[in-house]
């Protein structure tokens, strides 16, 4: 009893030491408990995700990287200009992240896990768990790290009076159209199913999927041979990495 007694009082001592120290605020992540600055100067996002998060926050970071063989996203582009690149989704250059003195690096575990200490070391870190499904959680935890969760609590509320308006509209139709989502990747068609970022904004609208894609799972990877798999009403299709590939 006596030794519980003291392990608690050496961890409560802790706890303390660890809040004395963080001249900041304290954030909670999928790698554990970071210490981030009450408002970070330069960051650092390594994802798509955390790229349109910063920015829909009013935040530009400093450095970002880009998917392989394209620049930032198109519909980005006007928010890009002067964010230097720091590599690829799958392979952040460490050297560049540095070189920008960063002081926080947003990304998540999936990505990045791997290679969270050498982050670490350059800057606080704050990671999500994974991407996609989870963006409304993944914008709440952005938001959290740059001081702007007012702001990230906000941008959701009004993405939720979008989908209630759009659900009202669609409403009156006595046929909702099928919509598929297709994507080319070098050597691979996807078709995106529901457990990802459309897939969740598709689903609080309320459009239907056609069959293929109508499954709780990130995306059925098909040949060129089930290619009427993709047949909807609506098809929408984009292309990821090297366009000389695809």
């Not at 519980?4 to 050496?10: D, G, K, P, T």
């Not at 970002?64 to 230097?84: C, D, H, K, M, N």
């Amino acid at each position: 009893m006596k030794r519980a007694w003291v392990l608690l009082f050496v961890a409560s001592l802790a706890t303390t030491a660890l809040g004395q120290t963080c001249q900041g605020r304290l954030i909670q992540h999928a790698m554990g408990e970071t210490c981030v600055p009450k408002v970070a100067q330069r960051v650092v996002v390594l994802d798509t995700g955390e790229l349109d998060s910063a920015l829909a926050l009013g935040v530009k970071p400093v450095g970002a990287v880009t998917a392989p063989g394209q620049p930032f996203q198109g519909y980005l582009l006007s928010l890009t200009e002067g964010i230097q690149s720091v590599g690829t989704i799958q392979q952040p250059n460490l050297e560049k992240i540095l070189a920008l003195k960063p002081d926080l690096i947003l990304s998540n575990k999936l990505r990045h896990g791997q290679i969270y200490p050498q982050l670490s070391r350059i800057a606080p870190t704050v990671m999500a768990e994974t991407v996609g499904v989870v963006w409304k959680e993944n914008l709440l935890l952005v938001g959290e790290a740059l001081g702007r969760s007012t702001q990230a609590k906000v941008l959701l509320a009004q993405y939720q009076r979008r989908v209630t308006q759009l659900r009202n509209r669609l409403g009156g139709r006595g046929h909702l159209p099928s919509v598929s989502m297709v994507r080319f990747v070098p050597g691979q068609i996807r078709l995106y199913c529901k457990a990802n970022f459309i897939g969740t904004i598709l689903a609080d609208i309320g459009l239907p999927r056609p069959k293929s894609q109508d499954s709780d799972k990130f995306a059925e990877f098909i040949s060129q041979e089930r290619i009427a798999d993709m047949d909807a009403d609506y098809i929408f299709y984009a292309a990821y990495g090297d366009p000389n590939q695809n």
